[in-house]
């Protein structure tokens, strides 16, 4: 038996209470991290998605600043692709010497809905005239459109984009991410 008085004797080890409740703390701790690791591996594929935009857009305006005609007769300014589908979208030749100013301009805004298409999902373009009708003094805007995976809560695309009124209405789940750009051709 032993003589020492009880209240005089040290604690050895951890109860089993102490490491379960240690291990819960820990968990949580992992948990939050790997939300982290998946934020952080998703970013840059977001980023990437809005540079491929910029590079379109800024290739269209490009295009369009080409064919001053073509703009002022209104035959940039088009509907919005953006249908939030894959489908593909074809090509509309324009040949020399057949080539006109409207052939041109409809050439020129196929050939890029199409490679939003190809380099964005479910990738849409727009184009007015600001005042329409178009004409030699009216200023541009372009939207480029596409979707991006749903799997990031925290950043909501309506709270950072600046989306065409007729997308935002007509398209909600998912709700499209948008780049604009205002131009003078």
Not at 18 to 40: D, I, K, N, P, Q
Not at 48 to 75: D, M, P
Request: charged share 15%.
């Amino acid at each position: 038996m032993d003589s020492r008085d009880p209240s005089k004797r040290q604690q050895t080890g951890a109860t089993l209470i102490e490491v379960l409740v240690s291990l819960l703390v820990l968990a949580f701790g992992m948990l939050s991290l790997s939300s982290l690791m998946a934020f952080a591996v998703q970013m840059p594929k977001l980023s990437g998605y809005r540079a491929t935009a910029a590079i379109l857009a800024s290739g269209h305006v490009e295009k369009i600043r080409a064919n001053r005609q073509g703009f002022a007769g209104g035959h940039y300014a088009t509907t919005s692709s953006y249908d939030g589908s894959f489908n593909e979208i074809s090509a509309v030749p324009c040949e020399f010497p057949n080539c006109t100013v409207d052939s041109l301009a409809l050439m020129d805004d196929a050939a890029t809905k199409r490679a939003v298409r190809q380099a964005l999902p479910a990738g849409g373009v727009m184009t007015v005239c600001d005042p329409m009708p178009c004409n030699g003094n009216s200023m541009g805007s372009l939207w480029i459109m596409w979707q991006e995976p749903d799997t990031r809560s925290l950043l909501d695309p309506a709270s950072s984009d600046n989306c065409p009124g007729s997308v935002i209405s007509n398209y909600t789940n998912p709700r499209p991410r948008c780049i604009y750009l205002r131009f003078t051709p």
